[in-house]
């Protein structure tokens, strides 16, 4: 089991940057596909990037690629997430989640995901 635990959210205005960072306990976390997902009022969560658990090759969502990075740090249990040039439209709720995928598998999709955190509150003014 893996518990993840997000932390690095806050306020920040148009055009800044913010780094989220995921801790997640439990003794497999290097076995997991990591992924960070976000939810706005009203709307379904979507993926925004994620990691594997063997050669650490990223995936991005269209609307972040090119500003977001996601790296892992399977030595000390961490996933993190570098946002760069942030909208007002990313402003969510974002999710740590972690993925006992076959290592052939890209989860993308919440129903992919095994254990997710509580998330952290990005909100981004204009």
């Known amino acids: 089991q893996v518990q993840p635990v997000e932390s690095g959210g806050g306020l920040v205005q148009a055009g800044g940057s913010l780094r989220l960072s995921c801790a997640a306990s439990g003794s497999t976390f290097s076995h997991y596909f990591m992924g960070w997902f976000r939810q706005a009022p009203g709307k379904e969560r979507e993926f925004v990037a994620g990691?594997?658990?063997?050669?650490?090759?990223?995936y991005y969502a269209d609307s972040v690629k090119g500003r977001f990075a996601i790296s892992r740090d399977n030595a000390k249990n961490a996933v993190y997430l570098q946002m760069n040039t942030l909208k007002p439209e990313d402003t969510a709720v974002y999710f740590c989640a972690a993925s006992l995928a076959p290592l052939s598998i890209v989860p993308q999709t919440t129903s992919g995901y095994d254990y997710w955190g509580q998330g952290t509150q990005v909100t981004v003014s204009s």
């Open positions: 990691i594997s658990s063997n050669t650490g090759r990223t």
